[in-house]
């Protein structure tokens, strides 16, 4: 079956440092891929849309400036928290959409990078 | 974004079928009912999805209303490995192929 794999899996950094998160589509290719965050005990928000060669659309209330996506490839999102702050301490999961594949064809999701900003 | 209502919480005994009902009165005549699910510590798994039809695969059965308003996902023999966060979404068709998690079900299965 098709794997999204993310990088780090967990990851501490210090007030103020920046950290960048990988997600590979292993066995396909995927023009779309799409971050959420997870809060403890909460469900998924959608933060942006990532597409490959174009800009990541944010939904409303993300900062683009503090979580910059680049989408450089068919197989590859990264996802960068600029100067974290111990409130962006959270689960980041990323999932992709297989390219060649209709609307509605599953979400493929990675095992998410718990990260914490002390 | 359309609106899905499962209860919070749900409990099963192991090897029994479990239904696990979703509302989604607003729906519109193009979304489709994804279901997902998520166990701790993971990120979600695609279960199954449809769109008016009843739907069967290897992981579970979807039992969707003939007025659309709500559906159920039905797993035949729950193990204690189903126990996990289920998510019925309405997946927009001028969304972009975009899911908007709601809050799930958490199904717990007993021994």
């Known amino acids: 079956g098709a794997v999204v794999s993310q990088h780090p899996s967990r990851v501490i950094c210090k007030s103020g440092t920046s950290v960048k998160i990988e997600c590979r589509s292993l066995?396909?290719?995927?023009?779309?891929m799409f971050w959420y965050r997870q809060f403890p005990k909460q469900s998924l928000m959608l933060m942006a849309t990532?597409?490959?060669?174009?800009?990541?659309?944010?939904e409303q209330g993300v900062e683009k400036d503090k979580f910059l996506i680049n989408h450089a490839s068919l197989t590859l999102s990264t996802l960068t928290v600029t100067s974290a702050h111990p409130e962006d301490s959270s689960f980041y999961i990323c999932?992709?959409?297989?390219?060649?594949?209709?609307?509605?064809?599953?979400?493929?999701f990675g095992n998410g990078t718990r990260l914490t900003v002390t | 974004d359309a609106k899905t209502t499962q209860p919070n919480s749900m409990e099963s005994n192991e090897e029994e079928p479990v239904h696990l009902p979703c509302n989604h009165s607003?729906?519109?005549?193009?979304?489709?009912i994804h279901w997902y699910r998520q166990l701790p510590s993971q990120g979600p798994e695609y279960v199954i999805h449809?769109?008016?039809s009843n739907v069967n695969n290897r992981m579970a059965s979807l039992a969707i209303a003939e007025d659309r308003k709500s559906s159920t996902l039905i797993l035949h023999r729950a193990t204690l490995r189903d126990a996990a966060v289920y998510y019925c979404?309405?997946?927009?068709?001028?969304?972009?192929?975009?899911?908007?998690f709601g809050q799930g079900t958490e199904l717990s299965v007993k021994p």
């Open positions: 999932s992709a959409r297989e390219s060649p594949g209709g609307i509605n064809s599953p979400l493929h």
């Open positions: 066995d396909f290719q995927a023009t779309t």
């Open positions: 990532s597409n490959e060669g174009s800009k990541a659309t944010y």
């Open positions: 607003t729906i519109s005549g193009t979304d489709y």
């Open positions: 449809g769109l008016t």
């Open positions: 979404i309405l997946r927009e068709a001028d969304q972009g192929g975009k899911l908007i």
